[in-house]
C-alpha cells in the first residue's frame, strides 16, 4: 500500500467515525471547521489519485447524481404493513389470539412509530448496496443516489456485520430542519412546506442528488432481516444495529405484559410531543423471532406486530355541501365537501361520509359545523356534527337515487352498506375506474399509463374498456394532449410488455369484485386457468379454501355477462397470460390436497418460510393453530411441549422436517 493510499484510507475512517459520533450518537468530537478541513484535505488527495476511488467515501455525501427514472426493484424480503389497534381492549384481544398460537411466555417490544418515509436498505459485506422505498410491500423505487446523502445512513459498517442482509427504518425529517427549510422559503416568497413527512418522502424522489443532501433527512432503523443474522430477539437486533453504526431510537422498551406495553403508549402519549420527530403511535412487536415466525402473516399484516395509534387530532369546521362519487365497482361514495382547515399539517377540504347509514346516524346536514379527524391521521373523517351551532333552516339530507354521472336508478342490496349504480358498461366513471385498476402498478403495471391518460383515451373515444388497450397505435395516442413522440412510444412497449403479467396478477387485474390479490392468487392457484376458473359452479368455488359465498356468486355474476366473456375472449387472443405458467405448474402437485398442516419450531434444509410454500405448492393448507382437523404437525428443533401434548391429545401425526419432504417426493 502506497504512502498516499494509506492517508486517504486513514481520512476515510476518521471522517466517519467522526460522522457516525456527530449524526447517530449527536455527541460531535470535532469542530465543524476542523471536520471541513480534513473533508477538503480527503477530496484533494482523491482527486490527486483517482485509482484510489471509492463510491462509499465521505465525500460523496454531496451527492451530484442525477437520476431521471427511479427503477423499479422487488423486495427480496416483503416489506409488510402493520394492522392498527386504538384501545386496550385491541391490544388484550390481540395478546389472546397470539398465545393461542405460541408456546411458553412472550415478551413484547415497544418502539415508537415515526411519520417518515419507509425504507430498505441492502448490506452486503458491510457496505451499502442499495435503498428502495416500500412502494406497494412487494417492490419499490431504488432511490440509493440519494439515501447516500443522508449522513445518519452508514455508506460502510463498523463491527461484526452478516454477510448479506435488509434494514429497515423510516427516512424523517426533523422538526428543526422543517422549521428552517420553511424559513428559508418564506424568506424566498415561497409556499412553505406543509408537514415534515410529506417533504421527506418527496424529498426522496428528487432528481438531483445534490438537492436532497441540502436537506436535513435523518434515517431511523428498526428491523433487520436476513439469514445468520445473529441474534433471537427483537431487543438484541435493535441493539446489534446500534453496534454496526445504525441510528437506531433509543426509546423502545421490552415489556412483559401488556399492562407494561400500555405504561409505555400512555407515558408517549404524552412526551411524544417533545421528541425532535413526528410520531403517530407505538409498534408492539413479539420479542422471540421463532415465535415471530411461528405467528407468521396475514395477507396484508405480520401477526405478531401491532401498531397503537395515538388519539388523532380533531378540528371543527362548516360543511358546505354533498357531494357524490362513483367508483369502479359502480359504488356510490358520499363526499362532504368542508371549508378549508388545517389538520395535523394539511389543508383538509374533502372528508369521506361512507355511506347512506353513516349520513343518517350523524343526521349530518348542509350548513352543519362538524368535527373532523384523520382516522389513523392519514384520512379525515366526519365524527361528529355540532348540534349547538345548527341553523334554524336545516332540514335533512335526502340520498340521492339516481347515478350522478348517467342517471340510472340506484340499487341498494340486502346486507349491503353502499348503493350501486347497475350500468355496468355505460356509466363512464366505472368504465374508467376498471381500466385506471387494470393498469395499476399490483395488477398490470403498465410502464407509460397512468390515470389522466385512461380518462383521455375514454373521453377520446379510443377505448371502451381494458381489452381494446391492446388494440392502440402510436398515432391514436399521438394527438393526446401532453402526448410527445417519446411517450407514445413507451406507452404502446408498456401495454405490449404487459402480456408477460403472470396469471394470478392479471386475474386481479380485470376486477371480479371482492376478488383482490390474496383471492386472486387462491383462485389462480386452484383453478390454473381462466377457462377453468369461468365454469366454476357455487358448490366448486366455496370448496376453495377461504372463498366464501360473496366471493363465489360475485365469481359467477362476472362470467355470466357475455360483454365480459367478450373481453376474456380477446384478452386471451391478444397472447395475456390466462393460466399459470409452465414453470409455476411444474412446481405444483395435488399430493397434499386437503390436507391441513401446522409448522412448528426451527428448521435445517428449508426455512420455515420455504416449508410452508412447499406445502402450499403441493395442494395443502397451512394452520397456525392445532385443531381436531389438523392432519399433520411438522416439529423441527425447539418445537413447544404444549404444541406437542395438544397433537398428542388429538391423535395427530408428528413427523420431521425430513418424513414431510419424503410425503412430497
Known sequence: ????????????????????????????????????????????????????????????????????????????????????SYSKDDLLDWE??????????????????????????????????RAVTRGDGTQGDDVTANVKTIRSVPLQLKGDYPEKFDIRGEIVLPFEGFNAMNEERIAAGEEPYRNP???????????????????????LLYSMKGRALGFETQFEGLEKARQLGFKVPEASKLARSIDEVLEFVNYWDVHRHDLPYETDGVVIKV???????????????????????????????????????????????????????????????????????????????????????????IIPKIIAVDLSKRPENSTPTQYITHCPECETELIRQEGDAKHYCPNYNGC??????????????????????????????????LIQNYSDLYTLTKDDVLPL?????????????????????????????????????TVAKKLAKHYKSIDALSQATMEDLVAVDEIGDRIAESVIEFFSSEANRVIINRLQQYGLQLELSADT?????????GLSIVVSGVFHSVSRTELKQLIENNGGKVSSSISSKTNYLVAGDKMGPSKRTKAENLQIPIISEQEFLDLIK
Not at 484510507?9 to 460531535?28: G, K, Q
Not at 366505472?430 to 393498469?439: A, D, K, L, P, S
Not at 412510444?489 to 371482492?514: D, Q, W
Not at 405448474?585 to 390436497?593: E, G, I, R, S
Request: hydrophobic fraction near 35%.
Open 585 to 593: 405448474l411444474a412446481n405444483q402437485t395435488d399430493k397434499l390436497q
Open 96 to 129: 389472546k389470539r397470539i398465545k393461542k398460537i405460541v408456546d411458553g411466555p412472550v415478551e413484547f417490544v415497544c418502539e415508537l412509530k415515526y411519520d417518515g418515509a419507509s425504507m430498505s436498505l441492502t448490506y452486503e459485506n458491510g457496505t451499502l448496496v
Open 287 to 377: 420479542n422471540n423471532l421463532q415465535q415471530q415466525e411461528e405467528l407468521g402473516y396475514t395477507a396484508k399484516a405480520p401477526r405478531w406486530a401491532m401498531a397503537y395509534k395515538f388519539k388523532a387530532e380533531q378540528v371543527s369546521t362548516r360543511l358546505n355541501e354533498i357531494t357524490y362519487q362513483v367508483g369502479r365497482t359502480g359504488a356510490i361514495t358520499p363526499v362532504a365537501n368542508l371549508e378549508p382547515v388545517e389538520l395535523a399539517g394539511t389543508t383538509v377540504k374533502r372528508a369521506s361520509l361512507h355511506n347512506a347509514d353513516q349520513i343518517e346516524k350523524l343526521d349530518i346536514r348542509v350548513g352543519d359545523e362538524v368535527y373532523v379527524e384523520k382516522g389513523g391521521e
Open 428 to 461: 363512464k366513471p366505472q368504465v374508467i375506474g376498471r381500466i385506471q385498476h387494470f393498469i395499476s402498478r399490483k395488477a398490470m403495471d403498465i410502464e407509460g399509463l397512468g390515470g389522466e391518460t385512461v380518462a383521455l383515451l375514454v373521453n377520446e373515444g
Open 1 to 84: 500500500m502506497t504512502r498516499e493510499e494509506a492517508q486517504i484510507n486513514e481520512l476515510r475512517d476518521e471522517l466517519r467515525t467522526h460522522n457516525y459520533n456527530y449524526y447517530v450518537l449527536d455527541t460531535p468530537t470535532i469542530e465543524d471547521y476542523e471536520f471541513d478541513m480534513k473533508l477538503k484535505q480527503l477530496q484533494a488527495l482523491e482527486e490527486a489519485h483517482p485509482e484510489f476511488y471509492d463510491p462509499n467515501s465521505p465525500t460523496l455525501r454531496v451527492g451530484g447524481q442525477v437520476t431521471k427514472n427511479f427503477e423499479t426493484v422487488v423486495h427480496e424480503h416483503r416489506m409488510y404493513s402493520l394492522d392498527n
Open 197 to 219: 413527512r410529506n417533504t421527506a418522502s418527496g424529498s426522496l424522489k428528487l432528481q438531483d442528488s445534490a438537492e436532497v443532501a441540502k436537506r436535513p433527512l435523518e434515517c
Open 481 to 517: 394532449e401532453r402526448m410527445a413522440d417519446k411517450s407514445a412510444e413507451n406507452l404502446i412497449t408498456g401495454i405490449e410488455a404487459s402480456k408477460t403479467i403472470p396469471f394470478e396478477r392479471v386475474l386481479f387485474a380485470i376486477g371480479i369484485r371482492y376478488v383482490g390479490e
